[in-house]
C-alpha cells in the first residue's frame, strides 16, 4: 500500500491535486494520461490552451454586439456543415448496472470457495473508478436526482454489504479499489459539486480500508475534499449522515478519530509523511468530525452518547497552547481543538477551566506579594490561600459573611478551618464544609429550594427573593466545588445548566439578561412530570380545546399557603386558549416556570458561579459536562476502584479485603451507589475517574458485630476484620443501605 500511497503528492497550497501519471513499476493498470512523448508536442499543447483560455476569457468582456451583427453571426453558424457543428456539453448519464446486493453476495460466496475471482475483481474494479461509477452502482435509481436532504437515493445495504466483503478479497482487489479512489479524487473539477458528487463522497469515507495507516495519505485527501465543500453542501451530508445506522455511524467516528491520534502520536513516525508536510490532515478529519457531530446533534435521540466523540488523545497534548490560540484567533482560520469542543472530555475542559483560574490567581497573588514588598511589610503565606474560618453552629451565616468579604480571593486554593477546632485542613475539612453547607442550603426546611418527589430533583423556590444573598452562596459553592475538585451531592434538573450557560460568559452589560435560556416541553419534563403530561395532551387534544379546557393565559400558582395569579402575556386573564393559540400558551407558561418565575433567584446564582469560574473555557462546555464537572459521573467502575484503593491495616491479600471485593463486584449498581455514597457522600464519580477519587479501606479493631464505619471527608471505610464473606456481605448492605443522604427525603 505504501507504493500507492505514495503517488500522492502533500502539498497544502494545491486546492486540486495534479493527474497521476502511470508507469509498470507502480503497479497500476493502463488508461492514465501519457506524458508528453516530446518538448515540441507539450509546447504545441500549451499554446493551444492559451489560446483557447484567452477566447474564453475576454468572450464575455466583449460590448454587447448589434442587431445586425448577430443575425450575422447567428446565420454564419447555421451555415456551417453538420459534421463541424459541436454539440452543446450535458450532465452526464450514469450507466445503468443492475447487480443486487444478493447477487454480489452470491458471487463473493462462489469465490471464497473456488477461488476465482474474476467477477469480484471485475465489480470492484468498475464501480470505484470513478464518481459515475459510484453513483451506477450504488444510486437506487441511476438518473434520478435525489435532491433532497431526506432521501439520498443510496442504496444502504448494497453498499454495507461490498465494505463488509471488501476486507475478505485478495490484495490486489484492495489494491484497485484504493487506486481508483486516488483516480476520483485526482480528478480536475470544473464548478461546483452535483449531488452525484456529494453521494460518492458520503460513499467513500465509509470505506473500511482508512484504518490502515498505509491508506492514510489518500484517506487526508478524501477529508480535505470533503472539509473543504460548501456549506450548502456540507448541509445535505449531515442530514445524509443521520441515515446510518448507529453501528455504521460508530465505525465511520472511531475511524476519524483513530486518524487524529495516529497523526498526533504515531506508533511509528516513518509510517506516515512529515508533520510539516500535512499540517492539514488533522484540521480536515476535524472539520469532517463536526458534520458527525451535528448529525447526531440534530437526531432525536441522538446516534451514539456525545462522549463518543471525546478523543483521549487529546488528553496528553499542551492543550492551554491550543487555548490560547483560540482564544487570540477565534473561529478564524488558524485551527485549534478549541474550535472544535465536542472532541475535548470533560476532564480536558476541567483543567483548561483551573488553569486558567489558577493563572488568574497567581496574577492576584503575585500583586499583593509585591505590594507587601513595596511597604516593606512582612509577607504572610496566606496570601495564596482562600482561608475560610466558620463556626459549626453558625455555619451558613459564617459561610456567607466570609465569601462576602473575600470575593476578590475566591479563585485561590481553599481551605477551611473550624472555630476552637484543632487540625490543617489537607482537604477533609474543606469537604466537610461542602457537604454540611449543601445539607443545610437544600433541606426543605430551610425554603431556598424545592424537592420534587416525582423528578428526584430540587428546584428554586419561586416566592423565596428575600435571600438573594443565599442563592449567590450556593452558585459560589457549586463554583468553588468544580475549582476545588469535589464533587456535589447536588440534584438539579439538566435544565438548570442549560441556565447556568445562558450566556456562558457574564455579559458585559448588567442589564443583559441571565439565565433565560429557550426551554421547551422535554425540560418540563426533568422537573414537573405530571404538569408536562398534561400540556403535551392539550397540545394534542383533537375536541374544542376552549370550551372543554377553559384556560385563560392566567395561570394560578400557590405560594406559603396563598393562591397568586400571574398573566403570561398583558390581559392573559380575559385571553381564551384556542386550538389556534395552544402552542404560544404551553410555550408561555413553560417560559413562566423555568424562567420567569424565578429570574431573581437564579440570576443571583448564575454570578455567583460565574464569580469563580469566570472564563473563555465556560464556552468550550455543554451543559451535560458542567453537571459532571459540579457532581460528577454516574459511570461506574468498581474494578478500576479495586485497583486504586489504599489500604490502611490491611493488604489486598487479607481474607476481609479478598471478601469485600467478591461482595461488591457481585453488588447491583444500585447498591454499588449506595456504597460510594455511603464512603464518599456522593454516588458519582469525580471527573477523570476512580483513580481521583483516593479511596481508602482501613482497619478497625473492634468486635466483628459492629457495622462498617465512614469517613466521607476522606473517602473512607472502616471494616472490623470479618472472617466470612457472608458475615461481610450482611453487615455491609446494613451499612449502606441505612446511611442518610445530604439534602434528600
Not at 474474476?118 to 474494479?125: G, Q, S, T
Not at 513595596?374 to 459564617?398: C, E, H, K, W
Not at 392573559?572 to 400558551?585: A, F, S
Request: a neutral charge; glycine letters at 4%.
Amino acid at each position: 500500500m505504501n507504493e500507492d500511497s505514495g503517488l500522492v503528492e502533500d502539498d497544502m497550497s494545491r486546492e486540486k491535486l495534479p493527474p497521476i501519471y502511470t508507469s509498470s513499476s507502480m503497479g497500476f493498470g493502463q488508461g492514465l494520461k501519457k506524458p508528453y512523448p516530446c518538448l515540441s508536442g507539450f509546447t504545441a499543447s500549451m499554446n493551444q490552451r492559451r489560446a483557447n483560455t484567452l477566447c474564453s476569457r475576454f468572450g464575455t468582456e466583449l460590448p454587447p454586439l448589434c442587431t445586425d451583427v448577430r443575425q450575422k453571426q447567428r446565420l454564419s453558424i447555421d451555415t456551417l456543415p453538420q459534421e463541424v457543428k459541436a454539440p452543446f456539453p450535458s450532465d452526464p448519464v450514469i450507466p445503468l448496472r443492475t447487480k443486487t446486493a444478493r447477487q454480489f453476495q452470491e458471487d463473493m460466496d462462489r469465490a471464497l470457495v473456488s477461488g476465482d475471482w474474476r467477477l469480484v475483481r471485475e465489480f470492484y474494479l468498475t464501480t470505484f473508478e470513478s464518481f459515475l461509477e459510484i453513483n451506477a452502482a450504488f444510486k437506487r435509481e441511476a438518473n434520478a436526482p435525489f435532491n433532497t436532504i431526506e432521501d439520498s437515493g443510496i442504496n444502504f445495504k448494497f453498499i454495507n454489504t461490498v465494505f463488509d466483503a471488501l476486507p475478505q478479497t485478495p490484495p490486489d482487489i484492495q489494491k484497485c479499489v484504493l487506486k481508483g479512489i486516488i483516480n476520483s479524487l485526482l480528478r480536475e473539477w470544473k464548478g461546483p459539486r452535483t449531488k452525484d458528487d456529494l453521494r460518492a463522497y458520503f460513499i467513500l469515507v465509509q470505506n473500511p480500508q482508512y484504518s490502515h495507516t498505509s491508506t492514510y495519505v489518500i484517506y487526508a485527501h478524501l477529508l480535505r475534499q470533503i472539509a473543504s465543500l460548501s456549506e450548502a453542501d456540507h448541509h445535505f451530508l449531515l442530514h445524509w449522515f443521520k441515515k446510518l445506522s448507529p453501528r455504521r455511524f460508530k465505525q465511520l467516528l472511531e475511524r476519524l478519530l483513530q486518524f487524529v491520534s495516529t497523526r498526533l502520536f504515531p506508533a511509528t513516525p516513518d509510517d506516515l509523511p512529515p508533520i510539516s508536510k500535512c499540517s492539514w490532515w488533522i484540521p480536515s478529519a476535524t472539520r469532517v468530525l463536526a458534520l458527525l457531530n451535528a448529525a447526531n446533534s440534530l437526531s432525536t435521540p441522538p446516534i451514539v452518547a456525545y462522549t463518543d466523540f471525546y478523543n483521549i488523545a487529546l488528553d496528553h497534548i499542551d492543550i492551554m497552547a491550543e487555548y490560547r490560540i483560540w482564544q487570540c484567533n477565534g473561529n478564524s482560520s488558524k485551527f485549534s481543538f478549541c474550535q472544535f469542543p465536542f472532541i475535548l472530555s470533560a476532564a480536558v475542559k476541567k483543567a483548561i477551566i483551573q488553569r486558567d483560574s489558577e493563572q488568574q490567581m497567581i496574577s492576584i497573588a503575585r500583586q499583593s506579594l509585591v505590594d507587601k514588598v513595596s511597604r516593606r511589610q512582612r509577607v504572610d503565606m496566606n496570601l495564596l490561600f482562600l482561608n475560610i474560618r466558620v463556626r459549626r453552629t453558625q455555619l451558613l451565616a459564617d459561610s456567607l459573611d466570609e465569601l462576602s468579604r473575600k470575593r476578590a480571593e475566591l479563585k485561590k486554593k481553599l481551605r477551611v478551618t473550624f472555630v476552637g477546632e484543632a487540625g490543617l485542613d489537607m482537604g477533609g475539612l474543606t469537604k466537610e464544609w461542602f457537604l454540611l453547607l449543601v445539607r443545610q442550603i437544600f433541606h426543605t426546611d430551610y425554603g431556598m429550594f424545592t424537592y420534587l418527589k416525582d423528578s428526584y430533583c430540587h428546584w428554586f423556590s419561586s416566592w423565596k427573593s428575600d435571600s438573594l444573598s443565599e442563592f449567590q452562596l450556593v452558585g459560589t459553592l457549586m463554583g468553588l466545588a468544580v475549582y476545588n475538585s469535589i464533587a456535589l451531592d447536588i440534584h438539579f434538573p439538566p435544565c438548570c445548566y442549560k441556565k447556568l450557560l445562558t450566556p456562558p460568559v457574564v455579559p458585559c452589560d448588567q442589564n443583559t439578561p441571565v439565565g433565560m435560556a429557550t426551554l421547551g416541553l422535554d425540560d418540563l419534563q426533568q422537573v414537573m412530570p405530571d404538569l408536562a403530561h398534561g400540556l403535551n395532551e392539550l397540545l394534542s387534544y383533537e375536541g374544542n380545546v376552549e370550551e372543554d379546557f377553559y384556560l385563560t393565559f392566567q395561570i394560578f400558582q400557590e405560594e406559603m399557603g396563598v393562591v397568586k395569579s400571574y398573566n403570561l402575556k398583558p390581559g392573559g386573564d380575559k385571553i381564551p386558549v384556542t386550538k389556534l393559540n395552544r402552542k404560544e400558551y404551553v410555550q408561555l407558561y413553560v417560559d413562566f416556570l423555568l424562567n420567569k418565575s424565578i429570574y431573581k433567584q437564579f440570576a443571583a446564582f448564575y454570578y455567583g458561579f460565574h464569580g469563580v469560574c469566570a472564563s473563555d473555557a465556560l464556552m468550550l462546555l455543554r451543559p451535560e459536562e458542567v453537571e459532571v464537572l459540579v457532581c460528577g459521573s454516574l459511570d461506574l467502575d468498581m474494578a478500576a476502584l479495586q485497583k486504586e484503593v489504599q489500604y490502611e491495616g490491611y493488604t489486598k491479600t487479607d481474607t476481609t479485603i479478598r471478601c469485600f471485593w467478591e461482595v461488591v463486584l457481585a453488588f447491583p449498581v444500585e447498591l454499588q451507589r449506595r456504597l460510594l455514597h455511603f464512603a464518599t457522600g456522593s454516588d458519582r464519580v469525580p471527573v477523570g475517574g476512580m483513580a481521583h477519587l483516593n479511596f481508602k479501606i482501613s482497619k478497625i479493631d473492634v468486635s466483628t458485630d459492629w457495622l462498617p464505619i465512614s469517613h466521607t471527608c476522606f473517602n473512607q471505610i472502616c471494616l472490623p476484620p470479618y472472617k466470612s464473606r457472608k458475615e461481610l456481605k450482611h453487615k455491609l448492605t446494613i451499612a449502606i443501605s441505612n446511611a442518610e443522604g445530604f439534602g434528600l427525603e
